[in-house]
């Protein structure tokens, strides 16, 4: 068995054969050279000499994401010492932080200081420019991605400048930086907008398919944030609800907290998705027998104790927003499709909301969404899975998560977001010479 947490050391074998992998392991690549800067200065003189040299450049952060976007065979960067608060501003309500931190130190530090992000993804080991250049989000009925909450930012361009944007401040790049896909440049500093510490209520319940799809509307309005997960092969789902609270605090204690977030979740479930991949034929009676123990759970606690959680098992994924008006359908055709056919799919698919926002390539840019994920235990086919749900969600106006796997290109994207030629504009003016280019871009933003 292969539970590899997603702060763990780097793979030294690998690297020391100068191959660099995604933390799912579907990604790799061997760089040309691997940088790790310990100051803007020297991350702007490493882009110089890229472009001296005639090599391409990517940063990179934890590698959590499942598409190539990092990917490069000319200058890695890393951004492991650019890192820590540079400034925290209260009367304003931002934080300032090195691109390199990672959302738990953030996430930490802010809870320390009594402050907190107003929104988050469940990963906690993203950098924070890794995280918000992919577009992470979370779940929210007002409240949209990280990326969202971005207030200014500080951005390395092609000529080795230093690009600083805010709504005031060079706004056209604001606008499409905060989600880059790193086509833009090299992020060097993010600031935040941040509010003071609360606490959230959370509901953990399990519901049947048609109820939760029934009361999914009502679930939705009636929740700061709300998400189930629906069990393939079985009826069965698990809906959370988590909601704004004046307390008093009521956390899991020790020893429940360890059992549920890693026992369960983590040793028993990895042990599980082991046997499914030795047996798929056992895939649907595991389904059935873990998906009716489901118990539910209820605790207050601050925010990223509540949106966050160790998530250890290496899986791939697959992930598409749609309009919020067509999430059940899309839903209900996905169900149909994986009873009607002779895959096992032993992970759940959950399902998520996001507010419409501004940003030119978000995946919630201009209108309401909700994402459905459909996730493989490493190791097991996905191919078939990931190329069916693809279908269903293309055919219900889905855009693809920019850090999970997708088989979109620029063709199609152009007709997915208005503002798609805005966005390859900008990138054709700050970068002309496509020094921060890889095959990932140019097959999601054309040559």
């Known amino acids: 068995?292969?539970?590899?947490?997603?702060?763990?050391?780097?793979?030294?074998?690998?690297?020391?054969?100068?191959?660099?992998?995604?933390?799912?392991?579907?990604?790799?690549?061997?760089?040309?050279?691997?940088?790790?800067?310990?100051?803007?200065?020297?991350?702007?003189?490493?882009?110089?000499?890229?472009?001296?040299?005639?090599?391409?450049?990517?940063?990179?952060?934890?590698?959590?994401?499942?598409?190539?976007?990092?990917?490069?065979?000319?200058?890695?960067?890393?951004?492991?010492?650019?890192?820590?608060?540079?400034?925290?501003?209260?009367?304003?309500?931002?934080?300032?932080?090195?691109?390199?931190?990672?959302?738990?130190?953030?996430?930490?530090?802010?809870?320390?200081?009594?402050?907190?992000?107003?929104n988050m993804g469940d990963i906690m080991e993203q950098t924070v420019s890794g995280a918000t250049s992919t577009g992470t989000h979370g779940t929210g009925r007002t409240s949209g991605a990280i990326a969202a909450q971005i207030r200014g930012?500080?951005?390395?361009?092609?000529?080795?400048?230093?690009?600083?944007?805010?709504?005031?401040?060079?706004?056209?790049?604001?606008?499409?930086?905060?989600?880059?896909?790193?086509?833009?440049?090299?992020?060097?500093?993010?600031?935040?907008?941040?509010?003071?510490?609360?606490?959230?209520?959370?509901?953990?319940?399990?519901?049947?398919?048609?109820?939760?799809?029934?009361?999914?509307?009502?679930?939705?309005?009636?929740?700061?944030?709300?998400?189930?997960?629906?069990?393939?092969?079985?009826?069965?789902?698990?809906?959370?609800?988590?909601?704004?609270?004046?307390?008093?605090?009521?956390?899991?204690?020790?020893?429940?907290?360890?059992?549920?977030?890693?026992?369960l979740s983590n040793g028993v479930f990895q042990a599980l998705s082991s046997v499914c991949r030795a047996v798929p034929a056992a895939v649907p009676a595991i389904a059935q027998v873990t998906s009716r123990g489901l118990a539910g759970r209820t605790y207050t606690d601050i925010p990223y104790k509540v949106f966050t959680t160790p998530r250890r098992v290496r899986m791939l994924e697959m992930e598409y927003a749609v309009p919020r008006e067509a999430v059940l359908d899309a839903l209900r055709e996905l169900k149909a499709m994986v009873e009607r056919s002779d895959l096992r799919v032993s992970f759940p698919v959950e399902v998520r909301t996001a507010p419409a926002d501004d940003i030119t390539l978000s995946t919630a840019s201009g209108r309401d969404s909700a994402y459905i994920a459909v996730h493989v235990y490493r190791g097991m086919p996905y191919q078939q899975y990931f190329?069916?749900?693809?279908?269903?969600?293309?055919?219900?106006?889905?855009?693809?998560?920019?850090?999970?796997?997708?088989?979109?290109?620029?063709?199609?994207?152009?007709g997915a977001y208005p503002r798609f030629h805005e966005f390859t504009a900008l990138r054709d003016r700050l970068d002309p010479d496509r020094r921060f280019s890889n095959p990932y871009l140019r097959r999601v933003l054309g040559e």
């Open 1 to 118: 068995m292969e539970t590899i947490p997603y702060g763990a050391p780097r793979d030294a074998a690998a690297e020391k054969a100068g191959v660099w992998r995604n933390w799912a392991g579907n990604v790799t690549a061997r760089p040309a050279r691997d940088v790790t800067p310990a100051s803007v200065e020297e991350l702007r003189a490493a882009v110089l000499q890229a472009a001296e040299d005639g090599l391409t450049v990517k940063a990179v952060g934890s590698g959590h994401s499942f598409s190539s976007a990092a990917a490069t065979d000319g200058v890695l960067i890393r951004p492991d010492l650019l890192t820590g608060i540079r400034a925290l501003d209260r009367g304003a309500g931002t934080v300032t932080v090195e691109a390199g931190t990672r959302l738990r130190t953030l996430n930490a530090e802010l809870a320390r200081e009594g402050l907190s992000l107003t």
């Open 153 to 263: 930012l500080e951005l390395v361009t092609a000529d080795g400048s230093l690009l600083r944007c805010s709504e005031t401040e060079n706004p056209d790049v604001f606008a499409a930086a905060r989600i880059g896909l790193g086509a833009l440049g090299v992020i060097t500093a993010l600031t935040f907008a941040v509010e003071p510490l609360f606490l959230l209520a959370a509901r953990e319940e399990p519901m049947t398919f048609d109820k939760v799809t029934a009361a999914f509307d009502e679930l939705h309005a009636e929740n700061d944030h709300f998400e189930f997960y629906w069990f393939p092969h079985t009826d069965n789902c698990n809906t959370l609800r988590n909601n704004r609270t004046l307390g008093p605090p009521a956390p899991l204690g020790r020893l429940r907290e360890w059992f549920d977030n890693e026992f």
């Open 387 to 414: 190329t069916q749900a693809e279908r269903i969600f293309v055919a219900h106006g889905g855009r693809p998560h920019w850090g999970k796997i997708h088989t979109r290109d620029a063709e199609h994207l152009a």
